[in-house]
């Protein structure tokens, strides 16, 4: 199994996370991401990924794109114990919802992100920023309601690939300039994600213990 | 007045607005454009290949050293750039790792370059390792006839020193800081331990609380992939980035006691008296 990663992309951290917490061995592919563009390249464009994007994960022939589909595929294919994604049509449909806001925290959260540390200037950095605080909210308001019930997760009584595809680029908010002091369920739900026994961290979100790899 | 910035000892120096490499594909009408000390700076060759800077109606002072761009925003500096002669000496490799938007004052992001102490807490199992977290006692001296400082006789125990490290391996450690954004760290080269790698940190001021942090790796390593050395050290500086960022107040203190140094902060000490005494303050906590 081959992954198409770079450190400092919170889209390949996610794939990175679950690969690590099913205990999963793969070739982590290192892309030239920044500064040298490698993802635009002709070649990994007419090879890899047409959109130009990563992660992409090599498994057994299988070439595939996009985060979210990564998480569901790996879930699907090697969680035994069927707790990353589980196999209930109510709690799918859920999940799937969350599946869709993190595209949605991509293009608002991550992309202020890319503005302020990599010289993305193309983005409008204010629009960026005012959308990642509207999904922000939408998030905060559903976790404080389930907190309210005792629940942690977005979905379920445990965490799902749903919490892994919101988790990073709300995690690395500050580094877009977005601050979270005002989302105190979101704020705990990060310390809860954060806290799970195989969590790993990447650059940019520290591991709580510093003793695990 | 040009630029938002009265100080003059940043205004004498020489500031890097990025690789020249931007240049690429750029001319007069159609200039690479960045922020400096809060102003615009439009930068691009002219037909014969000469670099030209200009901030609004004023020419800049510009040249093109180390494959990155320096401007220096008086048009009179105090001395000549900074010698790096790692960058042209046979046998090294050099690697440029471009730069990283920090929200952090200049000042702030050099004096962590310059840190061991926090190796094995932000760093943990690449350059440190709790819990040998012990910074053995070093010596610090200002070279007067050259305006830098130097520390010396630094080691650390790293787990994995550089992409090419296989082994832990008990680092000595060099400091150079030439000008108050300008740093280079010498460090023994993994794959010739007698050798030692040198790491340039060029920090580009766009104002008093927010940079870009540029690196240029000139290393002893034949074998490791560019992509494989770039994602290394992206990986430490993505690992500094939010403790940059959450430092308060965002700019430096220069007031001897309104932070605590401990011994291991020699360097750390040794830079904000140099900067006390040369009187820089663009960055500092007036």
């Not at chain 1, 400092?8 to 070739?27: D, M, P, Q, T, W």
């Amino acid at each position: 199994m081959r992954l198409y990663d770079y450190e400092l992309s919170g889209n390949c951290y996610k794939v990175r996370f679950l690969l690590h917490a099913l205990g999963i061995a793969y070739e982590r592919h290192s892309i030239n991401f920044f500064p040298g563009r490698e993802h635009k390249s002709d070649q990994f464009l007419s090879e890899v990924n047409p959109l130009g994007q990563i992660p992409v994960l090599e498994d057994d022939g299988l070439l595939l794109r996009d985060a979210q589909a990564i998480l569901v595929y790996l879930a699907s294919r090697y969680d035994k114990a069927k707790a990353w994604y589980p196999d209930d049509a109510c709690l799918r449909g859920e999940i799937q919802v969350w599946l869709a806001t993190a595209d949605e925290i991509t293009r608002t959260a991550s992309a202020a992100r890319l503005h302020d540390a990599l010289g993305y200037t193309q983005f409008d950095i204010e629009a960026c920023r005012a959308g990642a605080h509207e999904v922000f909210r939408v998030i905060d308001d559903h976790l404080s309601v389930r907190q309210a019930e005792g629940a942690q997760w977005l979905v379920g009584d445990r965490p799902t690939v749903a919490d892994i595809a919101c988790f990073p680029y709300i995690a690395l908010a500050g580094e877009g300039g977005i601050s979270i002091d005002g989302y105190p369920a979101l704020r705990q739900w990060l310390w809860h994600f954060r806290s799970q026994p195989r969590f790993i961290g990447m650059a940019g979100i520290m591991a709580l213990d510093l003793t695990h790899h | 007045m040009t630029f938002q910035c009265d100080d003059r000892t940043v205004l004498d120096d020489w500031l890097t607005v990025g690789p020249s490499t931007r240049l690429t594909g750029r001319s007069s009408t159609n200039p690479y454009r960045t922020k400096l000390l809060s102003s615009d700076v439009d930068v691009w060759r002219d037909g014969q290949g000469k670099v030209v800077a200009r901030c609004g109606d004023s020419t800049l002072m510009v040249q093109d050293a180390y494959g990155y761009l320096w401007i220096c925003p008086s048009g009179k500096p105090t001395k000549t750039i900074f010698s790096f002669p790692e960058y042209a000496e046979p046998g090294r490799r050099i690697v440029d790792c471009d730069g990283i938007g920090v929200a952090v004052s200049g000042l702030r992001m050099v004096e962590n370059f310059l840190d061991m102490g926090h190796f094995p807490y932000v760093h943990a199992h690449y350059l440190g390792e709790v819990p040998q977290t012990e910074v053995a006692a070093y010596e610090v001296n200002v070279d007067e006839s050259a305006g830098e400082i130097w520390a010396t006789n630094c080691r650390f125990y790293q787990p994995k020193t550089s992409k090419s490290a296989t082994t832990g391996l008990d680092v000595q450690y060099r400091y150079r800081v030439m000008q108050p954004m300008s740093a280079i760290l010498y460090k023994t080269a993994f794959p010739r331990p007698g050798e030692m790698d040198a790491i340039g940190l060029f920090v580009q001021p766009h104002d008093e609380e927010s940079i870009t942090a540029y690196c240029l790796l000139a290393y002893y390593d034949d074998t490791t992939t560019e992509t494989d050395l770039l994602s290394f050290q992206h990986t430490i500086f993505g690992q500094d980035k939010p403790i940059l960022e959450n430092q308060r107040p965002k700019r430096m203190p220069l007031q001897p006691g309104s932070e605590v140094p401990t011994r291991c902060d020699a360097m750390s000490v040794a830079y904000r008296r140099w900067l006390k005494a040369r009187g820089t303050s663009y960055g500092a906590v007036r």
